[in-house]
């Protein structure tokens, strides 16, 4: 499953993105981890974004070890190159996932839902960023065994149980309407419970499964857009960001469901 995405900046930019391209003089800054460190506003304002979306970076301006893992675990989140580089691409990706969080424009004032989205694509990230220690298996007794165990790994599990557990950690109801605290849930769940939606219509942490019921693979959504990029786990090489056009090429001629939540402001349990 393809890990790479197009790095095209858009019209929308995080201000750690602009902050980034101000200290060049306008040109896209390259930072990486040196020696000596580099340090300055443009590494700050990295940082602060980076912090911002759920990774763990102190805004210190000066890129260290720390700066340089939160950079790769984005940019593995984020579908690219995971070399620690911050140039046009990662800046780009940085533009796209900020313009994607849930009140973005009017943060202050985010609502119940927007909270909730916003928490659910911090986890879905987090959980792309630890690949190498969340495996796959369909194994009915131990995919949903870490249920109780949020952002610890390694743990193994599969498409629609890695949503479920990330709605869960991130204490958004259960996409099957089955309960947070029960170790059950599948496509058809997902299909039979969440509210169908057309594409025009899906935000940040919505769901999609491929195949008609009940379901041949489920995804969330991390950013929307013409080419949504999509929280995948459905193999050891995973969980990925991908795009949703490569994703349609793993499963040519299957039907595309969008899905939401029934009610995003229900009570979490």
């Keep these: 499953m393809s890990q790479t995405r197009s790095g095209q900046a858009t019209a929308a ?35 602060a974004e980076l912090a911002r979306l759920g990774f763990a970076v102190q805004a210190d301006g000066a890129f260290g070890p720390g700066t340089d893992a939160a950079v790769r675990a984005f940019q593995k989140s984020a579908g690219l190159d995971s070399d620690g580089v911050v140039g046009p691409a990662t800046l780009a990706a940085l533009s796209r ?20 989205r916003a928490a659910l694509v911090k986890v879905l990230r987090w959980m792309i960023s630890q690949e190498p220690s969340i495996h796959y298996t369909q194994d009915h007794g131990t995919r949903l065994a870490a249920l109780g165990a949020p952002y610890t790994s390694p743990f193994s599990t599969d498409c629609s149980a890695s949503i479920k557990l990330a709605c869960a950690w991130a ?22 419970f969440c509210k169908h939606i057309k594409r025009a219509a899906i935000q940040p942490g919505d769901f999609l499964v491929l195949g008609n019921w009940p379901g041949e693979h489920a995804c969330a959504v991390l950013e929307v857009g013409a080419d949504p990029l999509l929280f995948s786990h459905g193999g050891e090489k995973g969980p990925v960001a991908v795009s949703l056009s490569d994703e349609l090429s793993y499963h040519k001629g299957q039907a595309v469901q969008w899905l939401t939540l029934p009610d995003w402001t229900a009570p979490a349990t």
């Excluded at 996932?97 to 119940?112: E, F, T």
């Design 13 to 47: 930019r995080p201000k750690g993105a602009r902050s980034a391209r101000a200290a060049t003089g306008g040109a896209p800054a390259v930072l990486k981890l040196a020696k000596p460190f580099q340090q300055g506003p443009a590494v700050k304002a990295v940082q």
């Design 97 to 116: 996932a900020a313009a994607s969080q849930p009140g973005a424009q009017h943060p202050a004032g985010l609502p119940v839902e927007g909270q909730r």
């Design 171 to 192: 204490q958004v109801p259960d996409p099957n309407g089955l309960g947070l605290a029960v170790p059950e849930g599948y496509t058809g769940t997902m299909l039979t």
